[in-house]
């Protein structure tokens, strides 16, 4: 990288670079950096053969201006040395005798040299910078830039170099050419913390399986067999089927919030089967089969790859209950628990009586909300208001998974039931 004094000592090195081309070809020609003058005048101009070497604009680097990027953390510190890129734009000017066609014999010597070496050498940069001429640039470290600088001709119509002139008050155009002299990177001063150094190297090698998940069945007792539509409870056994179910190390299932372990014999490549445990709570839950990594020091589980998440309801099973008469309320016992931030509706069916009412009775009545700090409840009291007399076929929703009712031999519902006196 380079000083802020880079654009000097590129301009100087040039300078010295052209002065030796010119001069092998026209004996007595000089360069002189600055603005082109008028030949002959009292401005200071030379009437000798001169090269006027003008840098009249400077640019960013398209394809460094963001390598150093990020350069400072959130808190404000340096990360690493702030980094610009700049192209730097040349006019060259030449003047001379015309009879002996001077200007245009150092011109095409000029572009002859720099197209057969069209960069500047770290020997070059150093030469200028140990000149006595030039002490200003002694502290300059451009020779360790690690991109070499290089010169390519800048294409000028007329009207872009009429324009170029134009900034030259009442200075005659006379023949140039524009020269780009690209990548100048300057380094900012600023020093980046240095961290301490690696101690161990943890490095490991594992091969990506994705695994997929195609389609979830479940069992509802030993023996049963495997269906994909029925409803799922509590304790019913699940089958998950898809590719590349068998983590390397370790297999889990996540299952809504509750990452499940797996018995070895239950995993293969193709399927899964496992039991939902009681800590699943009720109502929509994805699922997802987990490969973890059991690495770093101490040993930890991470989760190296994750399938696809697929969806299934777990409905709640209600088991007994109670009718509370002050103040009235339906009580029941429920499984899985009920978490505090779970929305829960009692729904209450009126059994028709013999001979049956004019009308059957149906109640919706919904459980208090409570405080997120709650600890997740088996059994809940409900409170109901206004219920007519008799006997309720009861179902309970929990976020909107609803319990089952049971079918009785007439194939009618016939429970879970409680009388309402």
Known sequence: MSSPLAFATVTATLKKFLQEAAQAMVSGAQVITGRPRVEGSDNGASTSPTIYLYLYQVVPNVAFRTADLPTRRSDGSVIQKPQSAWDLHYLLSFHGNETALEAQRMLGNIVSVLHAQPLLTQAQIRRTISDSETPFLATS???EQF????????????EELSKVWSVFFQIPYTLSVAYQASV?????????RTPLPVRERKLYLVGFRQPVIERIRSQAAAGQPFMANQPILTGHTLMIEGQQLRGSEQTQVRMGEENVSLEAGNVSDSEIRLTIPATVKAGVQGLQVMHV????????????VESNITAFVLRPTIGS????PNPTAIALN????IGPKQRVVLLLNQIPADPPAETIAAYTFTLPPRSEDDPDLTSVSI????????DY???????????LLTVGANSLYDGPTVTVP
């Open 147 to 158: 991109e070499a600088i290089k010169f390519t001709p800048l294409i000028l119509n007329l």
């Open 393 to 403: 076929l009861v179902r309970l929703q929990v976020d909107g998974a609803e319990s």
């Open 184 to 192: 100048v990177l300057i380094e900012s001063p600023d020093i980046p």
């Open 141 to 143: 470290d451009l020779a």
């Open 293 to 304: 990594l059991r690495i770093s020091t101490p040993e930890r589980d991470y989760r190296f």
């Open 334 to 337: 429920v499984t899985p628990a």
């Open 321 to 324: 209950i109670t009718f509370q």
């Open 383 to 390: 409170p109901i208001d206004r219920v007519r007399a008799g």
